[in-house]
């Protein structure tokens, strides 16, 4: 449900100056001989406020990178088509090894002979044939043959592009055959489930907006989603004034695109309390009031405003029900002003 329950309707304020027009037709005259000012009014009471909080966000991807190569080469083979639903670990790209290859064998054989040199030199060790410098030297030496061995196998590895996990390829910006330099994109890589949802929070409805919670979007051709919250911001950025949320789309989605703009909406929990028209609020260099009909005399409330809907403000602090609070709106009113009430609403 939105909005209140029982609470007056917005303040006629042309209603009000053809009722006060009449009251002063008939003379209706002020302490000191002046007219009467004629106003709308309407009795504080408190009502149920059960009120939506709107905001725009955008649709993301859960993960998103572009595939890169990390060397150089020549691209032997694509493994891969445009917009393909892949797995994790599937192969995208070969890039030949060929040279690497007989790197790795060179480096592989020579391993091998410093493996048998070092057997060899333990045995002269335990003979006392050589020192024990001789022995850590070919130690040394064998550790070393072994770094160039793995280092090797972790280029050839680098040889195979393959997906870090699954999603859907986009297009593809290589050739096979081409050469390619380390870090040039091949395509990218987008998980479209689930979607995620980046909201933009006004700082002061922050409190609504909670872990666990669950919320409706809306998207620009009119579909309605469920999402349900999973992480805030650590603080409210101190140049927009809002806490940026991020929410999981629930269900697969259907057509939504991640980059999309989207509308979200949060329920607010139903409260009990005083709620005015808008026209109700006025304001001074101190802050918020409202005026009441007291004894013909327009009375200044100072008052602490709560929740706000499209049709009314949630006041926390300063008025009681039974209270008689003027309309406003955009009519010149001072303090102790004699008023007429021209319609109770």
């Known amino acids: 449900m939105i909005g209140l329950f029982l609470l007056c309707t917005a303040c006629n304020h042309s209603s009000a100056d053809n009722a006060a027009k ?35 966000g955008t649709l993301q991807a859960s993960e998103q990178i572009d595939i890169k190569s990390e060397i150089a080469g020549r691209v032997k083979s694509i493994s891969f088509k ?18 690497l290859v007989a790197q ?13 040199t070092q057997m060899r030199r333990k045995q002269q060790l335990d003979l006392q044939a050589i020192t024990q410098q001789d022995y850590e030297q ?17 280029q050839l590895a680098k040889t195979e592009i393959r997906a870090p996990f699954a999603g859907v390829l986009g297009l593809r910006r290589i050739g096979e055959g081409q050469v390619i330099s380390a870090g040039q994109a091949i395509t990218n890589l987008v998980q479209t489930s689930p979607l995620k949802a980046e909201l933009s929070i006004p700082g002061e409805q922050a409190v609504f907006a909670k872990p666990g919670q669950t919320l409706k979007i809306h998207t620009v051709n009119g579909e309605e989603h469920v999402a349900r919250i999973y992480a805030t911001d650590g603080s409210i950025d101190e140049a927009s004034r809002s806490l940026v949320v991020r929410a999981y789309v629930e269900g697969k989605g259907g057509g939504l695109v991640p980059g999309s703009a989207i509308d979200y909406e949060i329920s607010i929990p139903e409260v009990e309390g005083i709620l005015v028209p808008p026209e109700s609020i006025a304001g001074d260099a101190q802050g918020t009031i409202v005026y009441l009909a007291k004894g013909g005399k327009a009375v200044p409330a100072r008052v602490k405003l709560g929740r706000r809907t499209v049709d009314r403000v949630q006041i926390l602090e300063g008025v009681s029900p039974g209270d008689t609070l003027l309309c406003v709106g955009a009519t010149s009113i001072r303090p102790n002003m004699p008023v007429d009430i021209a319609e109770i609403r």
């Not at 445009?82 to 040279?99: F, S």
């Not at 592989?108 to 002979?113: A, G, I, P, T, Y």
């Open 104 to 116: 790795k064998a060179k480096a592989q054989s020579h391993f091998d002979l410093l493996k048998s």
């Open 22 to 56: 009449g009251k002063d037709d008939k003379g209706g005259k002020d302490g000191k001989g002046g007219k009467r000012a004629g106003f709308v009014a309407t009795i504080v009471q408190k009502n149920s406020l059960q009120s939506q909080l709107h905001g725009i």
């Open 82 to 99: 445009e917009g393909q639903n892949i797995r994790k670990g599937d192969l995208l790209v070969k890039i030949d090894d060929a040279e």
């Open 138 to 154: 070919s130690v040394a030496d064998l550790a070393g043959a072994d770094a160039d061995v793995k280092l090797l196998d972790a």
